[in-house]
């Protein structure tokens, strides 16, 4: 067998020099929520504020224009800079941005230049929405590739060279190593990694250290096993308030389309329907309940806050922030069972 001949049977965007990055999920979660803070505390300030102009004589300092100036901003490091690092100043760059960008965009979709376009905060939550599940597709359609692994062991290197690893990033990069098992060039980038130097400072990462600290903070909570039960019963409380909205809008509001009504009524009846099914399942067997009541969290969070936001913004805002949440205790949950299975003396 010749050296080419593996990576001829590679997938295409490996062939083009394309591994996908495995630390991509954290990245681009820090993105989008960093996005949506960015519009709700932009909406925020403006609504405290008076909603100001900046500039006179009939000019208009939009703030659609600092969004994109930030995103470029975010786009020239990322070209300008090679490594892991660039990329985690570049999330909350373009995060920011992006989030001045899309807050205007009733401004861009009406003749009349409509700020406060009433369906404006459904139509950024979908793109928020849609951009996340187009990002899950390209991570999650085919499982990740030992190259890949060892990409991102390579890749890890790269800061390693010019800075010196600490603790934590050298673990990463064994880890990627690992995973990577014993495909061609495991071993010389073992070897790089053994040469780089130890750096006792940890490089800044805000968006990794928020995402430690939120599974480190469910994983707390469900250590009192009442936390995922008062969870699960928010969550059922939720999905049932939500159904009798829809079934009130249905039945005594002449304001609202059918449309939106019918979107509340049919996802509120998804959602309380999994989180019923979640409640007879979790006596019998925990994990499989926990995954229904997961289902009955991530409609809510895909579909339902989609027509709550165009029904009302600011309520859809503190459901979505509940709903986050639960979803974060949900998920530790079904981490902490998953690892009582793993450590647990078989037979």
Do not use: C, N
């Amino acid at each position: 067998m010749t050296s080419e001949g593996p990576v001829q049977r590679r997938r295409p965007l490996l062939r083009l020099g394309l591994p996908r990055d495995p630390a991509s999920s954290s990245h681009i979660t820090g993105f989008l929520v960093t996005t949506l803070a960015t519009v709700i505390v932009t909406r925020l300030l403006l609504g405290l504020t008076g909603f100001p102009q900046l500039g006179g004589g009939g000019v208009h300092i939009s703030h659609v224009l600092w969004g994109g100036l930030l995103m470029a901003l975010a786009f020239i490091g990322l070209m300008s800079y090679i490594g892991p690092v660039v990329r985690r100043v570049a999330v909350l760059v373009a995060g920011v941005g992006f989030g001045l960008f899309i807050d205007e965009v009733g401004k861009f979709v009406t003749s009349d230049y409509d700020y406060f376009w009433e369906p404006t905060a459904a139509l950024i939550y979908l793109v928020v929405i849609g951009l996340g599940l187009f990002a899950d597709v390209l991570q999650r359609r085919h499982p990740r590739d030992p190259a890949e692994y060892l990409a991102a062991a390579a890749d890890q290197a790269v800061a390693g060279l010019a800075g010196g690893f600490s603790e934590r990033e050298r673990t990463r990069a064994r880890w990627y190593l690992s995973r990577a098992g014993d495909v061609p060039g495991a071993d010389e980038v073992r070897a790089l990694l053994d040469t780089v130097e130890h750096d006792a400072d940890e490089v800044p990462d805000p968006i990794g250290a928020t995402s430690r600290w939120v599974v480190a903070a469910s994983r707390w909570l469900v250590r009192a096993r009442w936390v995922p039960w008062v969870t699960v019963a928010v969550l059922v409380a939720t999905s049932v308030v939500t159904l009798a909205r829809g079934i009130y809008g249905w039945t005594a509001s002449d304001d609202q389309p059918v449309w939106l009504v019918a979107g509340i009524l049919l996802s509120g009846l998804a959602s309380t329907a999994f989180a019923v099914v979640g409640l007879v399942r979790v006596r019998r067997d925990r994990e499989a309940g926990y995954r229904w009541f997961r289902r009955a969290v991530l409609v809510a969070l895909l579909v339902t806050q989609i027509f709550l936001f165009r029904l009302s913004p600011w309520d859809a805002t503190i459901g979505l922030l509940v709903d986050l949440v639960i979803l974060g205790v949900v998920a530790a949950e079904l981490d902490v069972i998953a690892d009582d299975r793993t450590t647990s003396p078989v037979g």
